[in-house]
T-cell receptor
Framework: GDSVTQMEGPVTLSEEAFLTINCTYT??????LFWYVQYPGEGLQLLLK?????DKGSNKGFEATYRKETTSFHLEKGSVQVSDSAVYFC?????????FGPGTSLSVIP | EPEVTQTPSHQVTQMGQEVILRCVPI?????FYWYRQILGQKVEFLVS????????KSEIFDDQFSVERPDGSNFTLKIRSTKLEDSAMYFC?????????????FGPGTRLLVL
């Protein structure tokens, strides 16, 4: 069945460091891919998405490119801030439901 | 910007009691969903709902669970007889249509604690 794998955390970075969170997926067909973010004590917010191969989703300095050949959708940010501390979920839309990866906890220290 | 809302934000209940979690999806959306997240674990799909019928449900969504759209705006999840293992964050989501390219928008969640 469809699934999403992402790098295990927790990840701790210093402010202004470069961030990469790896995500790979298995799916039949060509699903849309998403990154959702969950700030402490809050719900799931859509961070960015890409709907087809080679699309790049971007928002708030975060980017991810839909790579069909490697079935990947890695999340990157050039310079993280303390306010980026959260759990990040890679996900795909399997037609009638969203399948989430296990989440990666990011802590950014000043 | 339109958003999905959920009430209550927190609910504490005794084992065996019934709970109803409420959601107001985005107004022009036609597809509705419930997910849950047990503390520290991944978000899991429970059920999808369209045109007053369940479209798909997971193995988690057993006879103790039911969903309903009682009026034109609310979408509810009922747990008939709660168990300790039902303690989780429950998220409602909605989308304009179904299909692999659609974006589901999530509410802030209801944290359910069963004692």
């Amino acid at each position: 069945g469809d699934s999403v794998t992402q790098m295990e955390g927790p990840v701790t970075l210093s402010e202004e460091a470069f961030l990469t969170i790896n995500c790979t997926y298995t799916a039949t067909g060509y699903p849309s891919l998403f990154w959702y973010v969950q700030y402490p004590g809050e719900g799931l917010q859509l961070l960015l998405k890409a709907t087809k191969a080679d699309d790049k989703g971007s928002n708030k300095g975060f980017e991810a490119t839909y790579r069909k050949e490697t079935t990947s959708f890695h999340l990157e940010k050039g310079s993280v801030q303390v306010s980026d501390s959260a759990v990040y979920f890679c996900a795909l839309n399997a037609y009638d439901k969203v399948i989430f990866g296990p989440g990666t906890s990011l802590s950014v220290i000043p | 910007e339109p958003e999905v809302t959920q009430t209550p934000s927190h609910q504490v209940t005794q084992m065996g009691q019934e709970v109803i979690l409420r959601c107001v999806p985005i107004s022009n959306h036609l597809y509705f969903y419930w997910y849950r997240q047990i503390l520290g674990q991944k978000v899991e799909f429970l059920v999808s709902f369209y045109n007053n019928e369940i479209s798909e449900k997971s193995e988690i969504f057993d006879d103790q669970f039911s969903v309903e759209r009682p009026d034109g705006s609310n979408f509810t999840l009922k747990i008939r007889s709660t168990k300790l293992e039902d303690s989780a964050m429950y998220f409602c989501a909605s989308s304009e249509s179904a299909g692999g390219r659609e974006t589901q928008y999530f509410g802030p969640g209801t944290r359910l604690l069963v004692l």
